[in-house]
C-alpha cells in the first residue's frame, strides 16, 4: 500500500518583513527544527521516491533540507501545493504516475490549512478543518490500490515536532 | 482547551493461551515498549488529571504503567472504555467531571476498533473507521470549551511508537 506524507513547511520570517508572502524564507529556528524532523524521518528508515513541493521559498526550503538529509533523490516543483491548490489535481497526477507503485512512498511540502484539508478529503471524502498541523509537522495517509484515493484512504500519523523530535 | 488522550494497550499475549480475553496480560516486549512511550510523554511534560481504563487486564496494565512513570496520580477503571462501549456514556461522564476544566488533561486506555471510532465522532461527528490505531500508539484530541464535545473536538497527533519512541 502507497504511503503519502504531507509535511507543512518549517517556521517562516514574517509576513511583515517580506513584500511578497511566496518569497519568504525559512528562519534559521525554522531551518534546524526541520532538519531535526528530516533526519528523525530518516532514522526511522523512511524514503521518498520523490517529494513535491509548494513553490513557495519556504516550503522549497524545506523540500531542500529533506533532500540534503537523504529522503529523496527528487525534488519537484508541483504548482498546486501553492496556498489554495486543488487536491484533483494532485489525483489526477497520481492515478497516472510512474511513483504510483504498491509499496512507495511519496511525499507533498505545502501549506495549511490546505495540507489537513487534502487529508480529510482523501481520508473522509470531505473536509471540516479539524486537524491541527504544526509548522514542520508529518501527517501520514495509505492510500488504496486499485481504486481512487479520494475517501478510500486512511490516517496512521499526525504530529506535531514537539512530540517526533527531541528537542 | 482540555486536551483527550486516548491510549491503546500494548503488546498482550495471545488469545489462544487464555481461556478468557479480559485476562490476557501485556507481554514482556509490551510491557516494555509501553514503558518507552510513558516515559516519552512523561519527558515532554504531559500530566494527566485522571487515567481512566478499560477493565480488560492489558488496559488496566497499560495504565498502571503511565502511573508508575508518574503520568498521573489517579487511575479508575471505567466500564465503558471496554470493547463496545458507547462513547455517549463517555460525554456524560465527561460534561459532568470535576476533570472537566479549561486546561485539564485525561487520558482514556482501552482498545480498538474503539478508540479510532470515539475519536472520529469526538471530531466529525460520526466514524467511518478510518485511523489506523497501533498498540500502545497514541491519539490526541482537543475538547472544545463551552459546547458537547461530539463533533466539536479536533484531532492533533495521530502516532504508533514507532514515530514516538527511539527503539
New interface residues.
Given amino acids: 500500500m502507497a504511503q503519502l506524507y504531507l509535511i507543512r513547511h518549517g517556521i517562516a520570517a514574517e509576513r511583515t518583513e517580506y513584500t511578497n508572502d511566496v518569497d519568504r524564507p525559512l528562519t534559521q529556528i525554522g531551518r534546524e527544527k526541520t532538519t531535526k524532523v528530516a533526519q528523525r524521518l530518516k532514522?526511522?528508515g523512511v524514503n521518498f521516491e520523490v517529494i513535491l513541493t509548494s513553490p513557495l521559498v519556504r516550503a522549497r526550503q524545506t523540500a531542500e533540507i529533506f533532500q540534503q538529509v537523504g529522503l529523496s533523490n527528487i525534488v519537484e516543483v508541483f504548482q498546486p501545493l501553492a496556498p489554495g491548490g486543488d487536491i484533483q489535481t494532485w489525483v489526477n497526477w497520481w492515478l497516472n504516475s510512474p511513483y504510483n507503485t504498491e509499496n512507495s512512498h511519496l511525499a507533498l511540502v505545502g501549506h495549511q490549512p490546505d495540507l489537513g484539508n487534502w487529508t480529510e478529503i482523501l481520508?473522509?471524502g470531505n473536509s471540516?478543518d479539524?486537524?491541527?498541523v504544526k509548522k514542520a509537522g508529518i501527517i501520514g495517509v495509505?492510500l488504496p490500490e486499485n481504486t481512487k484515493p479520494i475517501g478510500g484512504?486512511?490516517?496512521?500519523?499526525?504530529?506535531?515536532p514537539?512530540?517526533?523530535i527531541?528537542s
Avoid at 484512504?153 to 506535531?160: Q, V, W
Fill in positions: 532514522a526511522i481520508v473522509w471540516q479539524k486537524l491541527i495509505t484512504s486512511e490516517l496512521f500519523l499526525l504530529t506535531a514537539k512530540w517526533f527531541k
